[in-house]
């Protein structure tokens, strides 16, 4: 199987998972298990901007595989630590643990194990694939927690300089 095929796939598998995420109330489970205060305009925005990731690496993968190898550590970082650990830690279904685990790792382990059987990255180009596709997951995370601090509120410039003093 080529690197492009294995982008392609990627991204079906992330619209798979996205669709379990929604439709077993993953902000419901994400409030309540990871505390993260998001709502389902994030969720929308988040998953709008993965998908378009999404087809941008697979349309890249010819000619950039390190945009593939993001995207793999993407789903394996997502799918791990976002889904299969609380999961085990907790006990609680995780909506997005069974795509994690029978999409996400397959399909990541199988692209990082082809670019290298390939020859189109070495080990240290999977670890930055990796650091990429952690930092990718990080962002949103940041954007939701940062969101509710005074700083970064919007509203009359007068109540946002009440509300830091």
């Keep these: 199987m080529t690197l ?30 990871l505390k993260l205060p998001v709502e389902w305009n994030d969720f929308y925005v988040t998953n709008a901007i993965v998908i378009s990731l999404g087809i941008a690496q697979a ?13 793999s550590g993407l789903m394996f970082i997502n799918g791990v630590f976002m889904h299969i650990v609380p999961f085990a830690r907790t006990g609680r279904f995780s909506p997005g643990v069974i795509t994690s685990v029978l999409l996400f790792l397959p399909q990541s ?7 290298l059987a390939t020859g189109a990255a070495s080990y240290a180009t999977i ?4 650091a990429i596709g952690g930092l990718t997951l990080a962002f ?6 940062l969101k509710s ?4 509120r919007q509203g009359p ?3 946002t300089m009440e509300r830091l003093s």
């Design 4 to 33: 492009s095929t294995l982008a392609w796939l990627g991204m079906a598998a992330y619209a798979a998972h996205i669709l379990e995420e929604y439709t077993f109330d993953w902000r419901g489970w994400s409030q309540a298990t």
């Design 59 to 71: 349309m890249l993968a010819p000619t950039l595989p390190l945009a593939v190898l993001s995207f």
């Design 149 to 152: 601090k005074p700083f970064f």
């Design 127 to 130: 670890l930055l694939g990796l």
């Design 109 to 115: 382990i199988a692209t990082f194990h082809t670019a």
């Design 140 to 145: 949103p995370i940041s954007m939701l927690l």
């Design 157 to 159: 410039v007068t109540a």
